[in-house]
């Protein structure tokens, strides 16, 4: 019905810089916020940064600074920019959004979180 498909992940080495990808596609009624989060092992998921429909946008302190949340509402994409990557910043990256689509029924259904499946970045020599 809905997908969010993340990419751009991979081995980055430290100092190193990447951009993820997210795009949503399916029989989407609206798409408000988007985010990322990350999940490294054996931590909990932690919001990275996120972004309105409108552009406003919001960073986690450990990212601020070297991070930039973008998106393209025509494309129904988002995207997290990150430079100087530290191997802390090694994690499974998963997108977020806030979105409503039509069911098999054409019924809409709302989700205040939408998940990707995650896409694994690893910092490393």
Known sequence: QVQLVESGGGLVQPGGSLR?????SGRILSLDAMGWYRQAPGK???LVASITRDG???YADAVKGRSTI???N???TVYLHMTTLKPEDTAVYYCDAQLCYYDTQDTPICHRDYWGQGTLVTVSP
Do not use: P, Q, V, Y
């Not at 993820?20 to 949503?24: I, T």
């Open 44 to 46: 909990e998921r932690e």
């Open 20 to 24: 993820l990808s997210c795009a949503a």
């Open 56 to 58: 406003k946008t919001n």
């Open 74 to 76: 025509a494309e129904r």
């Open 70 to 72: 973008s998106r393209d």
